[in-house]
């Protein structure tokens, strides 16, 4: 979770920092905790478990590198108001008057929803033997998450996360209950009826009006809070009220981060200085792309359920900004991982990626298309437009001891000058990609996209299945093949040596006496897979993106294959992730034993195990055909055709 900030001054020298580190290559530091960023926001906390060598210094070197709510460009922000010396505790938000109103709303599409092609496969009913082991199987991710729960539930009652070593807790968004929140419709899934019925009781008694904090981070609190509640209620079919009207209370808040000269949000919103009335509100120069992109689809419900348009339009104004940017970057067709949003500005940045930062972007053009019925197109031109990039220069297959036909996500550079360079660094949080290119191949009827799909969910299997531990790291380098084409990329040992030296400069620290021979030492002692070219960061955060999208290419092909993988991926989580009190973080995948860290963020509960649990139940569960899952897995109910 991001550190809130007091000033947006601040954050701008924070993302100048972090993408400083990002375009230098990420450095191997095992024991700094970089949080969930559906959109790549970072937390940095000193936890390095006790006892743990450092590997040695793995000697990263620098990679080369039509609208309707036109808006007028202003002035990058200034900042003049000095910080808080003592905030005030019993500050609660109050509405101000509005400084920039739009003149009128962008309303939601209007018309019967489009007939959009069917995701889901045409299951039939399975033999005995097989539902009782699938049925084995739910019950096990079952009781897993119960653990979890309890643990949540008997020390960190309405804070934000439980300490599943210590058993303290932890407020990192704002102390509003995120793991309740989050955890709702997890509990509706799993039929725990009790347990959320007293959630839902809990939920009346959390004040959104009021935190300790100075910042809200608009986007964490959009997909956890906002999109928490608005999924609960569409699942529960409506039956608790309080959900919506929470959500309007949120909703109602962060509203209030648009109100700036070009509508554009402050995403990290200082709610004293606004209530307070003493800070003017400018968007930021600098911003992550995934932080400003990733908010249309809980906005857009949260008006298709209580017919107020503002929220839709606040959130359509920045489509309309995106897609009129989106040939005008420096790699056209792409966004960059960070934007001016004041201006706006998308030419300053040259690095691309689907991995943290810009991630959520993408995977909510598909999704929004489909919550507003197809009757926008503008998301699925927006969607086919960047695909046609990414296949080019994101995607990329990896050389491999068994030669699999697989893909990961990278990351592209572009160059002052216009240069672009492609980097083989792949991600955990990229391997959503194998489930949002398989919905698009689906409802845009691309049918040769699914097979792209297949290989990036097999390739971040293959990034699992390669770990002593069974589990994948939260980055590491591969070595790219030259093409994507299955003939032209066969295991060379050579090959892989070349580029495990080439990655580390510090080869010549090594008493070994050839290059080869050091790129083993190097191999050894950094504890590399055959393949891997680097570690960048061995940590397991209890991330979702390769289950989700296992279970999203299960429901799409039918293929029971996909729950086989699943499961073994679970043992192996549940193995090495298991406390006395919840399930850990990971500080190091690439040892037999992963250190544990006292950390459990919620979108474990909220994310990975429903997504562990949806493979095993019935495909009626949260169809795919009927809800869309938004970056926190929460479900949100699709317009249907008469």
Same mark, same amino acid.
């Given at each position: 979770?991001?550190?809130?900030?007091?000033?947006?001054?601040?954050?701008?020298?924070?993302?100048?920092?972090?993408?400083?580190?990002?375009?230098?290559?990420?450095?191997?530091?095992?024991?700094?905790?970089r949080t969930k960023v559906s959109g790549?926001?970072?937390?940095?906390?000193?936890?390095?478990?006790?006892?743990?060598?450092?590997?040695?210094?793995?000697?990263?070197?620098?990679?080369?590198?039509?609208?309707?709510?036109?808006?007028?460009?202003?002035?990058?922000?200034?900042?003049?108001?000095?910080?808080?010396?003592?905030?005030?505790?019993?500050?609660?938000?109050?509405?101000?008057?509005?400084?920039?109103?739009?003149?009128?709303?962008?309303?939601?599409?209007?018309?019967?929803?489009?007939?959009?092609?069917?995701?889901?496969?045409?299951?039939t009913s399975e033999d005995r033997e097989?539902?009782?082991?699938?049925?084995?199987?739910?019950?096990?991710?079952?009781?897993?998450?119960?653990?979890?729960?309890?643990?949540?539930?008997?020390?960190?009652?309405?804070?934000?996360?439980?300490?599943?070593?210590?058993?303290?807790?932890?407020?990192?968004?704002?102390?509003?209950?995120?793991?309740?929140?989050?955890?709702?419709?997890?509990?509706?899934?799993?039929?725990?009826?009790?347990?959320?019925?007293?959630?839902?009781?809990?939920?009346?008694?959390?004040?959104?009006?009021?935190?300790?904090?100075?910042?809200?981070?608009?986007?964490?609190?959009?997909?956890?809070?906002?999109?928490?509640?608005?999924?609960a209620y569409d699942l529960s079919g409506?039956?608790?009220?309080?959900?919506?009207?929470?959500?309007?209370?949120?909703?109602?808040?962060?509203?209030?981060?648009?109100?700036?000269?070009?509508?554009?949000?402050?995403?990290?919103?200082?709610?004293?200085?606004?209530?307070?009335?003493?800070?003017?509100?400018?968007?930021?120069?600098?911003?992550?792309?995934? @932080?400003? $992109? /990733?908010? #249309?689809?809980?906005?857009?419900?949260? =008006?298709?359920?209580?017919?107020? *348009? &503002?929220? +839709?339009?606040?959130?359509?104004?920045?489509?309309?900004?995106?897609?009129?940017?989106?040939?005008?970057?420096?790699?056209?067709?792409?966004?960059?991982?960070?934007?001016?949003?004041?201006?706006?500005?998308?030419? @300053?940045? $040259? /690095?691309? #990626?689907?991995?943290?930062?810009?991630? =959520?972007?993408?995977?909510?053009? *598909? &999704?929004? +298309?489909?919550?507003?019925?197809?009757?926008?197109?503008?998301?699925?031109?927006?969607?086919?437009?960047?695909?046609?990039?990414?296949?080019?220069?994101?995607?990329?297959?990896?050389?491999?001891?068994?030669?699999?036909?697989?893909?990961?996500?990278?990351?592209?550079?572009?160059?002052?000058?216009?240069?672009?360079?492609?980097?083989?660094?792949?991600?955990?949080?990229?391997?959503?990609?194998?489930?949002?290119?398989?919905?698009?191949?689906?409802?845009?009827?691309?049918?040769?996209?699914?097979?792209?799909?297949?290989?990036?969910?097999?390739?971040?299997?293959?990034?699992?299945?390669?770990?002593?531990?069974?589990?994948?790291?939260?980055?590491?380098?591969?070595?790219?093949?030259?093409?994507?084409?299955?003939?032209?990329?066969?295991?060379?040992?050579?090959?892989?040596?070349?580029?495990?030296?080439?990655?580390?400069?510090?080869?010549?620290?090594?008493?070994?006496?050839?290059?080869?021979?050091?790129?083993?030492?190097?191999?050894?002692?950094?504890?590399?897979?055959?393949?891997?070219?680097?570690?960048?960061?061995?940590?397991?955060?209890?991330?979702?993106?390769?289950?989700?999208?296992?279970?999203?290419?299960?429901?799409?092909?039918?293929?029971?294959?996909?729950?086989?993988?699943?499961?073994?991926?679970?043992?192996?989580?549940?193995?090495?992730?298991?406390?006395?009190?919840?399930?850990?973080?990971?500080?190091?995948?690439?040892?037999?034993?992963?250190?544990?860290?006292?950390?459990?963020?919620?979108?474990?509960?909220?994310?990975?195990?429903?997504?562990?649990?949806?493979?095993?139940?019935?495909?009626?569960?949260?169809?795919?055909?009927?809800?869309?899952?938004?970056?926190?897995?929460?479900?949100?109910?699709?317009?249907?055709?008469?």
């Open positions: 979770m991001p550190l809130m900030r007091r000033w947006s001054i601040y954050l701008s020298l924070a993302v100048l920092c972090v993408l400083s580190i990002y375009l230098l290559g990420d450095i191997n530091v095992p024991h700094v905790y790549g926001t970072t937390q940095i906390v000193d936890n390095e478990p006790e006892g743990t060598k450092p590997l040695p210094d793995e000697g990263f070197t620098k990679t080369s590198p039509g609208s309707d709510s036109q808006t007028t460009p202003v002035s990058p922000p200034t900042y003049s108001s000095p910080p808080y010396e003592t905030p005030d505790p019993g500050l609660h938000w109050s509405k101000q008057p509005e400084q920039y109103p739009v003149p009128s709303y962008i309303t939601l599409p209007s018309g019967q929803p489009e007939r959009i092609p069917r995701i889901q496969h045409a299951f097989a539902g009782i082991i699938r049925e084995e199987r739910l019950q096990a991710v079952k009781e897993s998450f119960k653990h979890a729960w309890k643990g949540y539930k008997e020390n960190a009652w309405l804070k934000d996360e439980v300490g599943p070593i210590s058993g303290d807790y932890h407020n990192t968004f704002g102390g509003w209950a995120a793991t309740l929140v989050d955890t709702l419709d997890t509990l509706w899934i799993m039929d725990l009826k009790d347990d959320f019925g007293e959630a839902v009781e809990a939920i009346a008694k959390i004040d959104f009006t009021t935190t300790d904090e100075d910042t809200i981070n608009v986007f964490e609190t959009t997909i956890r809070y906002l999109g928490g509640l608005l999924g409506g039956d608790y009220p309080i959900l919506l009207k929470k959500a309007k209370e949120i909703g109602e808040i962060l509203y209030c981060a648009f109100d700036t000269p070009n509508r554009m949000p402050v995403t990290r919103w200082n709610w004293r200085a606004y209530t307070e009335g003493d800070a003017p509100q400018v968007a930021p120069g600098a911003v992550l792309i995934a @932080e400003l $992109g /990733s908010l #249309t689809v809980e906005f857009t419900r949260l =008006s298709q359920l209580t017919e107020d *348009p &503002k929220y +839709y339009d606040a959130v359509q104004r920045i489509s309309d900004v995106l897609e009129e940017a989106q040939s005008h970057t420096k790699l056209p067709g792409l966004w960059p991982v960070s934007v001016d949003a004041a201006s706006p500005s998308f030419r @300053e940045d $040259g /690095s691309f #990626t689907l991995g943290g930062m810009a991630d =959520s972007l993408y995977e909510y053009f *598909p &999704k929004q +298309y489909l919550i507003l019925g197809g009757l926008k197109q503008q998301y699925r031109k927006m969607y086919e437009d960047s695909m046609a990039v990414i296949k080019k220069l994101i995607f990329f297959r990896p050389m491999t001891k068994d030669n699999r036909d697989i893909l990961l996500s990278g990351d592209a550079h572009v160059s002052d000058d216009g240069r672009i360079t492609t980097d083989s660094r792949a991600q955990h949080l990229g391997c959503f990609t194998g489930g949002m290119v398989a919905i698009g191949a689906k409802i845009f009827n691309r049918p040769k996209e699914l097979t792209i799909a297949e290989q990036l969910v097999d390739g971040c299997l293959w990034g699992y299945d390669s770990m002593v531990s069974g589990i994948m790291p939260e980055i590491f380098f591969a070595v790219p093949c030259e093409s994507n084409a299955n003939s032209s990329c066969k295991w060379d040992e050579r090959k892989w040596y070349d580029a495990v030296s080439k990655r580390h400069g510090n080869l010549e620290d090594t008493l070994a006496a050839t290059r080869e021979d050091r790129a083993k030492h190097v191999i050894k002692t950094s504890r590399l897979p055959e393949g891997f070219v680097a570690i960048t960061d061995r940590r397991y955060i209890l991330r979702p993106e390769t289950i989700e999208s296992v279970f999203i290419l299960y429901r799409v092909t039918g293929n029971t294959t996909y729950q086989d993988r699943g499961w073994a991926m679970f043992r192996a989580i549940e193995k090495h992730t298991r406390t006395d009190i919840a399930h850990a973080a990971l500080d190091d995948v690439s040892m037999p034993e992963p250190p544990k860290a006292d950390r459990m963020e919620s979108f474990w509960l909220a994310e990975t195990l429903k997504y562990f649990y949806l493979l095993f139940a019935e495909p009626r569960v949260v169809s795919l055909d009927e809800y869309i899952l938004n970056t926190e897995a929460h479900p949100l109910k699709r317009p249907q055709p008469d």
